[in-house]
């Protein structure tokens, strides 16, 4: 089948609600009852999905909630998006999308929130009154990270390496903090879509190759934003070691490992992509469930998440 379901049977959460039947206070868990939560049956688009954590985020939350939500990981090949995910948006109440299909879902959607339009890059689908919205919160879990670095860029140059669906909501988030130089790494500068130049250019961000790191320069945060050093491929990392020594603040949005390569050879604050993810599905849950969720669910969440 093209398109795969992929059922967690031993997702911490499930086995928890196996041994408790009764829905009894368990250690450790705490649960906030504010009103009753409509049942959702939501999930994550993408093309391979083995290594995510998002359901657990997700089920810690409905656990939390006292809600029963469900929320699965959605295979879908290449080959067949096109084909398939109409019917996939008809199935779902809403969706988180990820590479590569953050562009490629637009179309598809009937309105885009300001913040998703303005990235060119959906990574929450969500139905309101009939109708398909495509919202980015990739941007808001970025910008919250940045803060817990106490990262502050006004000025202050930026070096990005990759430029997929998430390194545009990084970029909007550090033209909109006012950064001076924003550098945009590629492989292969002079392969780099029009769509994405279009996208760059109106930023004022520079296009570069990796061999333009060895030149000496001011520049204050580094972000990873490509999969390199991602579990299964550990070990690796997309720079050497001393040049990801320079920089005072580095963000590895990877987040398996904890620790990937090139934060262990970062030398400045640093953070993985945790915190990013936690953010972005909390801000994914709020626009589902139309409420704000408690900070305190929030930071427990992100708590158990970081053990």
Known sequence: MPVRAIHNPLN???LLNLLNPLNLHTEGVSKVHSRKEPIMKLGLLGEVLGHSLSPVIHEKLFQKLGISSTYELIEISG???QKDLPGLLGRYDGLNVTIPYKVDVIPFLDEL??????IGAVNTI???????????TDYMGFSRTLDRIDCRMEGKDAVVLGHGGASRAIIQCLFDR????IHVIS?????????FLSFAEKRNVKIESYD?????????????ATPVGMYPKTGVSPLPSDIAAVFPRVVDIIYNPAETKLLHDARGKCMNGMYMLVMQAMAAEEIWMD??????????IVEEMAQ
Do not use: C, W
């Open 12 to 14: 911490p959460l499930n």
């Open 212 to 224: 333009s790191l060895q030149e000496k320069g001011d520049r204050y945060l580094l972000v990873n």
């Open 126 to 136: 969500a139905r309101k009154k009939s109708r398909l919205m495509g919202f980015n």
């Open 187 to 195: 492989r292969h500068p002079d392969k780099v879509d029009e769509d």
């Open 79 to 81: 080959d067949t998006f």
């Open 113 to 118: 929130s300001k913040e998703a339009a303005t």
């Open 178 to 181: 006012k950064a001076g130089e």
């Open 291 to 300: 409420r704000d969720i408690p900070e305190k669910v929030i930071d427990e």
